[in-house]
């Protein structure tokens, strides 16, 4: 007996593990086509690209965690899987809740339009409905084989899916800069990609499905409402945790150039600073993923341990979880201050919006902390807590919007993406807090000194190498220097200062080598 609990709690491990590196390979992809993307069609390309995707990004969130959570949950509690009586059923209630989305999207696509300033983007919404009606199909099999404890599926659709989206946008984005599309199709086609991609997920998963699909014939009592009740709340709730930064540029795309209108900007003028504005986006998700992804390791420890009495051992996975995300996201925050002038030149080929992205780049370190803090507040089972938490970042990004937006331009709302994002990591660590018995021991000493050994390598160098006139192929070659040294300087002053754990030191690339210990 005891021996198949350890075979199953390890191929949760596996499993959990699989889903990780698939969400890091799609996020990475994800941030990155966005840089060819603006390079093709300019900031007011990115801006319409912008426009869409926080809608199409939580419709695809929800087809890839919240609903098929849900589904998993109800498969887990089911010891034979019933086409007729439980499949059918599920897919029924996500075909309806999915239609009566898009029937609304739709509808109101036009008033959505008039209302975030901008009425060309009326048939983008509208295309993005369509993506509702593909969800069903791939939420419910991949919530089966999730709660099945085989998460290759999922894995490999999500990357299958990331992958065509990536190539019809980018392929659309060099038609608009090379046969003078208009500048608009790109919100079309990135609705048609998302489509384009679920469809193509689809086909994966049901290829895993006819090998393994369900063969029990039973009869059985349908509970329509519970299936319902689980996958409206559970479902919609347990998703909130993959959008933080989702709901972020939800906000912005609402209320940012509305309020540069407000600002004196002309409709082409604020539509443009949006576009500069959201030029840091793909950064916060590099720089929170990669800040994030060594703490987040720890969690399927956290996991198995919650399960038991250990509290001091829970105390000690997500003190290591926090202190991670931490050291390493406080790295990637600095470095990308410091060096902002040589990052926004190489990627976007020029220096607007230098002061709002350089306040925004302060949204590196507060995500990787929040979605840290929060994925492991969600693992101890406090999932209603985060949705309520990241709802109220929401609001208040909304609000710090509206009232700093029309008086400081995309600076105000820069602004208000790092005090949405503070409050709302305090607040996940404060719940935190409740729930280990020791305090978060930073080596405030090996940090400062870490710190200042990084920035102040930057800085000199950069007084001695002037970047103002160096060619784009230079530059490339002078920022992956500079990041990477300055990378290594600062995790070896951690480390040789000892400001690791020996456990913690396992999760650092190099880091046994470089601390000296055995």
Known sequence: MQRALHMESNKLVKGALVLTLAGIISKMLSAGYRIPLQNLTGDIGFYVYQQIYPILGIVLVLALYGFPAAISKLTAEKENISIKYFLAPIFSILFIICFAFAIMLYVFADDIARFVGDEHLTQAYQIAAGLLLVIPFTALLRGMFQGKTDMKPTAFSQIGEQLLRVVVIIAIAYGVATYGFDVYWIGNFAGIAAITGSFVAFIILVAYF?????????????????????????????SLNHMILLIIQF?????????????????????????IFDRGQPLIQVGAVLGSSFGLALLPNIAKVSVGTYSSEIS????????????LAWGACIGLIVLFPEV?????????????????????????????????????????????????????????????????????????????????????VVKLKKHTDKKLHIHWGAFSLATLGMIGFLMVVDVILPTESLSRLALLFTVLFLSTVGAGIYLYLLIRLQAFTHNELKLIPFGKRFSGRK
């Open 344 to 428: 926004n030149r190489l990627l976007y080929q020029d220096n607007q919006g230098e002061v709002a992205l350089r306040i925004l780049m302060i949204a590196v370190l507060l995500s990787a902390m929040v979605i840290t803090a929060t994925s492991i507040l969600q693992g101890l089972g406090h999932i209603k807590w985060t949705a309520i938490f990241i709802l109220g970042a929401f609001a208040l990004k909304w609000l710090l919007n509206i009232l700093l937006v029309p008086s400081f331009g995309i600076i105000g709302s820069a602004i208000g993406t790092v005090l949405s994002l503070f409050c709302l990591t305090v607040i996940t």
């Open 251 to 275: 906000a912005d795309a609402f209320t940012v150039v509305p309020g540069l209108m407000d600002f004196g900007l002309s409709p082409y003028e604020a539509m443009e600073a949006k576009g």
């Open 210 to 238: 006819v090998k393994n699909k369900p063969t029990i014939k039973i009869q059985q009592p349908i509970p329509w409402l519970y299936y319902a009740k689980i996958i409206l709340v559970f479902g919609l709730v347990a």
């Open 316 to 327: 000690e996975h997500l003190n290591s979880a926090l202190k991670l995300s931490f050291y």
